[in-house]
């Protein structure tokens, strides 16, 4: 199956990494996963069987990569507005278990730059 980015996808990778990137998912984050999406109109199915499922097919080094075209294709192809909601949605994911890890925060940071954006407070 052929995984091209869109939109969608770029932001589901994003999530998906972010949420990651304590080295688990717990359930405060699976939740507020699927209340973001549906409250964006994403579609869980994607997200569940196109994303995740290519995701677990990839190596170290693919998942390096597909993470720097998602974060490319945000900054390319969002508008000002998208690239501000994307960061707020990826800090409600990274709080939702109580607590943002250095990790996470490093993660956001990462996004917050490559999208030009420096009028957003990720704390």
Do not use: C, P
Request: aromatic letters at 8%; a negative charge; charged letters at 30%.
């Amino acid at each position: 199956m052929s995984f091209e980015l869109d939109n969608e996808k770029a932001i589901d990778v994003l999530i998906w990494w972010v949420e990651g990137s304590d080295g688990s998912i717990n359930y405060a984050e699976e939740q507020a996963v699927k209340e973001i999406l549906e409250d964006i109109d994403y579609s869980l199915e994607t997200f569940y069987q196109e994303t995740i499922q290519h995701i677990g097919a990839l190596g170290n080094e693919e998942l390096k990569e597909l993470v720097e075209k998602a974060i490319s294709w945000g900054a390319e192809h969002f508008d000002h507005h998208r690239k501000q909601v994307t960061l707020a949605l990826l800090q409600v994911i990274a709080e939702s278990d109580g607590k943002v890890t250095s990790g996470q925060q490093e993660k956001l940071d990462k996004v917050q730059k490559r999208f030009g954006i420096e009028d957003f407070e990720t704390e």
